[in-house]
C-alpha cells in the first residue's frame, strides 16, 4: 500500500537535545497528523494540521504544514527520556472515505 | 471520557481459520476505521465507516469484511487466515470521516 517518505529512519540523541523529522509526499494533501507510537499500543495524536504553511505547537513538540501541501516537519526540542517511541506522520485527503495514509516512522531514543 | 476500546487485545489463530475483532468508539464519534500495522511498518488502511455504511476500502482482500453497528462500534473479520496476516490490528474513531483519528490499543493477531 502507499506510504509516505519519513526521514530519518532512526534517531539516537542526548537528552535536551533538539530533534527534527520530516515527511514528503508525491501527492496533495488537505490534512497532516502527527502521532507517536509506544511499543504494544496505538498511535496517540500528537498534532493536525489543517492549512498550508500551518505551524502549531505542542508544549514542546512544533509542526508545520508545508506550503506545497506534500510535505510536513516536526520538531521537538529539549528532549526528554519519555520522548522515546516510533513517530509518524499521516496525511489525508478530507474526501468521505479517504484513509489516513502513513509513513514507515522514524524511531527515536534519548539517553540521559 | 473512555477513548477507543478494541478486544481482545492478544488472539493466536492457526492458518485457515476465522477471527472477529471488536472496537468501541469515544463517546460521540460515529466513524470507525481499521487498520493493519505489521511490524516495522505504518498503519495501513483496511476500512472505514460512517453511520453504518462502509465509506471506503483499502486494497485487501474479500477476505477481510466489516460492519458497524447502531451504536456505532465495530467488527472486522478475517476468514481463512494466512501466517501473514499477523499484525497488530488498529481501530480508530473520528466524529465524521474527516475529522482527526484516535486510535485504540489495537489487537495482536498471530497466526500459525
Known amino acids: 500500500g502507499q506510504q509516505l517518505n519519513q526521514s530519518p529512519q532512526s534517531m539516537f540523541i542526548q537528552e535536551g537535545e533538539d530533534v527534527s523529522m520530516n515527511c514528503t509526499s508525491s501527492s496533495i494533501f488537505n490534512t497532516w497528523l502527527w502521532y507517536k507510537q509506544d511499543p504494544g499500543e496505538g498511535p496517540v495524536l500528537l498534532i493536525a494540521?489543517?492549512?498550508?504553511?500551518e505551524l502549531t505547537s505542542n508544549g514542546r513538540l512544533t509542526a508545520q504544514f508545508g506550503i506545497t501541501r506534500k510535505d510536513s516537519f516536526l520538531n521537538i526540542s529539549a528532549s526528554i527520556p519519555s520522548d522515546v517511541g516510533i513517530y509518524f506522520c499521516?496525511?489525508?485527503?478530507?474526501?468521505?472515505?479517504?484513509?489516513?495514509?502513513f509513513g514507515k516512522g522514524t524511531t527515536l531514543s534519548v539517553s540521559s | 471520557d473512555a477513548g477507543v476500546t478494541q478486544s481482545p487485545t492478544h488472539l493466536i489463530k492457526t492458518r485457515g481459520q476465522q477471527v472477529t475483532l471488536r472496537c468501541s468508539p469515544i463517546?460521540?464519534?460515529?466513524?470507525v476505521s481499521w487498520y493493519q500495522q505489521v511490524l516495522g511498518q505504518g498503519p495501513q488502511f483496511i476500512f472505514q465507516?460512517?453511520?453504518?455504511?462502509?465509506?471506503g476500502r483499502g486494497n485487501f482482500p474479500d477476505r477481510f469484511s466489516a460492519r458497524q453497528f447502531p451504536n456505532y462500534s465495530s467488527e472486522l473479520n478475517v476468514n481463512a487466515l494466512l501466517l501473514g496476516d499477523s499484525a497488530l490490528y488498529l481501530c480508530?474513531?473520528?466524529?465524521?470521516?474527516?475529522?482527526?483519528?484516535?486510535f485504540g490499543p489495537g489487537t495482536r493477531l498471530t497466526v500459525l
Open positions: 463517546s460521540g464519534h460515529k466513524s
Open positions: 494540521l489543517y492549512k498550508a504553511g
Open positions: 480508530a474513531s473520528s466524529r465524521t470521516t474527516v475529522n482527526e483519528q484516535f
Open positions: 465507516y460512517y453511520e453504518k455504511e462502509e465509506r
Open positions: 499521516a496525511g489525508q485527503h478530507n474526501q468521505a472515505g479517504t484513509a489516513l495514509i
